[in-house]
């Protein structure tokens, strides 16, 4: 197994004491540092006092369930979350993905599978992942890409991104004639033969236009119909 050449404390949230030493002992066999919560009020003052690198969490859990935990740590920033989830429900999945998380695997699970997806974030913001292209900034349009501070900005306004959002968009806009299909733009973020649906691709770009149509960029990303996707020209028509 791949150790993290960084040290990286991340929160493990589910009700279930089983799973937790689970993920814990196998986040810690790969060398990341690892805190657990058992419900989403005290992992929500974890991640206040912490402030982990990556949040793994159960979504269906009692009083206050996953989807409230995501909606609150996305209030106050950008930590990468992963969500686990016990119901095969295409609908969970991507109304997860659409509240800001990252990734989501599915219960039951295996561990080495919850740590591979882990290290495939952190490696996205991690100072040591290869850029998809050189340079300490992208720009088209009106859209400009921060590469070394993970920013994406409209007209000099920054727009708030997850970091697959942003590593989408940053994949796009390096290579901005190029149509991307759902299946490229998987192998590029996460390796070729990695299990995510061209439905969470897609759930992805959603964001990405809606958050950036608020800022008057209604034309970020083109679709082609059967192919996939490209960057728009970026000028706010």
């Known amino acids: ?42 992992a929500l003052a974890l991640a206040a006092a912490q402030g982990p690198d990556l949040v793994v969490l159960d979504i269906n859990m009692p009083r206050m369930d996953g989807l409230e935990v995501c909606r609150r740590l996305r209030a106050a920033g950008q930590t990468p979350i992963l969500f686990l989830s016990s119901r095969d429900d295409e609908i969970d999945r991507v109304l997860g993905i659409e ?37 300490r900034a992208l720009g088209h349009g009106r859209l400009r890409l921060d590469l070394e501070g993970w920013q994406a900005f409209w007209d000099g306004e920054e727009v708030a991104l997850t970091v697959t959002e942003f590593s989408i968009l940053r994949l796009l806009a390096s290579m901005p004639t190029r149509v991307f299909s759902r299946e490229a733009i998987i192998d590029r973020l996460h390796g070729p033969g990695f299990a995510v649906t061209d439905r969470t691709i897609d759930s992805h770009v959603r964001n990405l236009r809606a958050k950036f149509a608020r800022a008057g960029g209604g034309d970020l990303i083109e679709t082609r119909a059967g192919i996939g996707y490209r960057l728009g020209p970026c000028t706010g028509a």
Not at 1 to 24: G, S
Not at 100 to 128: C, Q, W
């Open 99 to 135: 509240l800001g998380a990252d990734d989501y695997v599915v219960k039951p699970f295996s561990p080495r599978e919850v740590v591979a997806r882990v290290m495939a974030i952190l490696r996205r913001t991690s100072a040591h992942a290869p850029a998809v292209e050189e340079g």
């Open 1 to 42: 197994m791949i150790l993290c050449p960084m040290p990286r404390t991340i929160l493990v949230v589910d009700d279930d004491p089983h799973i937790r030493q689970l993920l814990v002992f196998a986040l810690d066999k790969a060398g990341l540092g690892a805190i657990e919560a058992g419900d989403g009020e005290e």
